[in-house]
Protein backbone atom coordinates (compact mmCIF):
# COMPACT_ATOMS: atom_id res chain seq x y z
CA UNK A 1 0.00 0.00 0.00
CA UNK A 2 0.89 3.44 -0.90
CA UNK A 3 -0.23 6.64 0.49
CA UNK A 4 -1.12 9.41 -2.29
CA UNK A 5 -1.15 13.32 -1.96
CA UNK A 6 -2.14 15.13 -4.39
CA UNK A 7 -1.96 18.79 -4.64
CA UNK A 8 -1.56 22.21 -6.86
CA UNK A 9 -5.44 22.96 -8.24
CA UNK A 10 -6.68 26.14 -8.26
CA UNK A 11 -8.17 28.53 -10.25
CA UNK A 12 -7.46 28.87 -13.94
CA UNK A 13 -9.01 30.91 -17.09
CA UNK A 14 -9.42 29.30 -20.02
CA UNK A 15 -6.38 28.64 -21.85
CA UNK A 16 -4.40 28.45 -18.89
CA UNK A 17 -2.18 26.03 -17.34
CA UNK A 18 -1.68 24.00 -14.02
CA UNK A 19 0.39 21.31 -12.92
CA UNK A 20 -0.35 18.54 -10.51
CA UNK A 21 1.55 16.47 -8.13
CA UNK A 22 1.25 13.58 -6.28
CA UNK A 23 3.63 12.96 -3.64
CA UNK A 24 4.07 8.95 -2.30
CA UNK A 25 4.70 8.07 0.64
CA UNK A 26 6.87 4.35 0.92
CA UNK A 27 10.25 3.00 -0.93
CA UNK A 28 8.82 1.04 -3.45
CA UNK A 29 7.59 3.84 -5.57
CA UNK A 30 8.75 2.66 -8.71
CA UNK A 31 6.56 -0.76 -8.37
CA UNK A 32 3.12 1.31 -9.16
CA UNK A 33 1.55 1.95 -12.23
CA UNK A 34 0.67 5.48 -11.66
CA UNK A 35 -2.53 7.91 -13.15
CA UNK A 36 -4.81 10.45 -12.95
CA UNK A 37 -8.88 10.57 -12.35
CA UNK A 38 -11.47 13.38 -12.13
CA UNK A 39 -14.62 13.93 -10.99
CA UNK A 40 -17.36 16.09 -11.34
CA UNK A 41 -20.08 15.91 -8.29
CA UNK A 42 -22.81 13.73 -9.17
CA UNK A 43 -20.77 12.31 -12.01
CA UNK A 44 -18.37 9.09 -12.37
CA UNK A 45 -14.86 9.29 -11.89
CA UNK A 46 -13.27 9.96 -15.09
CA UNK A 47 -10.04 8.82 -16.64
CA UNK A 48 -7.63 11.48 -17.49
CA UNK A 49 -4.12 9.83 -17.92
CA UNK A 50 -1.60 6.87 -16.67
CA UNK A 51 1.76 5.86 -16.12
CA UNK A 52 4.05 3.25 -16.62
CA UNK A 53 6.42 1.86 -13.69
CA UNK A 54 9.79 3.61 -14.71
CA UNK A 55 7.60 5.89 -17.31
CA UNK A 56 8.38 3.25 -20.19
CA UNK A 57 4.70 3.82 -21.57
CA UNK A 58 2.01 6.87 -21.05
CA UNK A 59 -1.64 6.78 -21.71
CA UNK A 60 -4.06 9.77 -22.22
CA UNK A 61 -7.73 9.90 -22.89
CA UNK A 62 -9.31 11.72 -25.98
CA UNK A 63 -9.97 14.38 -24.51
CA UNK A 64 -7.08 15.49 -22.81
CA UNK A 65 -4.24 14.46 -25.23
CA UNK A 66 -2.16 16.66 -26.79
CA UNK A 67 -3.01 19.46 -24.19
CA UNK A 68 -2.03 17.46 -20.61
CA UNK A 69 1.33 15.53 -20.24
CA UNK A 70 1.51 12.73 -17.29
CA UNK A 71 5.58 12.22 -15.89
CA UNK A 72 7.07 10.78 -12.64
CA UNK A 73 10.69 10.66 -11.04
CA UNK A 74 10.68 7.49 -9.01
CA UNK A 75 13.71 9.25 -7.26
CA UNK A 76 11.13 11.86 -6.10
CA UNK A 77 8.37 9.58 -5.63
CA UNK A 78 6.21 11.95 -7.06
CA UNK A 79 4.14 12.01 -10.49
CA UNK A 80 2.81 15.34 -12.58
CA UNK A 81 0.05 16.42 -14.62
CA UNK A 82 1.15 18.97 -16.68
CA UNK A 83 -2.27 20.70 -17.99
CA UNK A 84 -2.29 23.12 -20.81
CA UNK A 85 -4.83 24.86 -22.83
CA UNK A 86 -6.95 24.25 -20.26
CA UNK A 87 -11.15 24.53 -20.92
CA UNK A 88 -14.22 25.26 -18.57
CA UNK A 89 -15.27 21.26 -19.29
CA UNK A 90 -11.68 20.44 -17.29
CA UNK A 91 -12.71 21.67 -14.18
CA UNK A 92 -13.50 18.57 -11.71
CA UNK A 93 -11.91 17.09 -8.65
CA UNK A 94 -8.65 15.61 -9.93
CA UNK A 95 -7.24 12.48 -8.39
CA UNK A 96 -4.16 10.47 -8.77
CA UNK A 97 -3.87 6.27 -7.75
CA UNK A 98 -1.91 3.47 -7.85
CA UNK A 99 -1.41 0.42 -8.59
CA UNK A 100 0.89 -2.27 -8.61
CA UNK A 101 -0.57 -5.16 -10.74
CA UNK A 102 0.39 -6.05 -14.09
CA UNK A 103 -2.65 -5.34 -16.95
CA UNK A 104 -3.02 -4.69 -20.42
CA UNK A 105 -2.51 -0.55 -20.50
CA UNK A 106 -6.18 -0.16 -21.96
CA UNK A 107 -7.54 -1.38 -18.76
CA UNK A 108 -5.63 1.49 -17.09
CA UNK A 109 -7.95 3.82 -17.56
CA UNK A 110 -10.84 2.02 -15.25
CA UNK A 111 -10.90 2.95 -11.72
CA UNK A 112 -11.41 -0.25 -10.19
CA UNK A 113 -7.98 -1.00 -11.40
CA UNK A 114 -6.37 1.05 -9.05
CA UNK A 115 -6.16 0.32 -5.30
CA UNK A 116 -4.74 3.86 -3.45
CA UNK A 117 -6.14 6.76 -3.59
CA UNK A 118 -4.80 10.73 -3.02
CA UNK A 119 -7.56 12.96 -1.43
CA UNK A 120 -8.12 14.98 -4.79
CA UNK A 121 -8.10 18.44 -5.51
CA UNK A 122 -9.96 20.90 -7.29
CA UNK A 123 -9.40 22.63 -10.61
CA UNK A 124 -11.45 25.49 -11.47
CA UNK A 125 -11.16 26.62 -15.44
CA UNK A 126 -13.34 29.84 -15.29
CA UNK A 127 -14.39 31.21 -19.32
Known amino acids: QVQLVDSGGGLVQAGGSLRLSCAAS????????LGWFRQVPGTEREFVAA????????YYADSVKGRFTISRDNGKNTMWLQMNSLKPEDTAIYYC????????????????????WGQGTQVTVSS
Open 97 to 116: AADPRVTTVSMRRYPNMYND
Open 26 to 33: GRTFSSYV
Open 51 to 58: IGWRGEWT
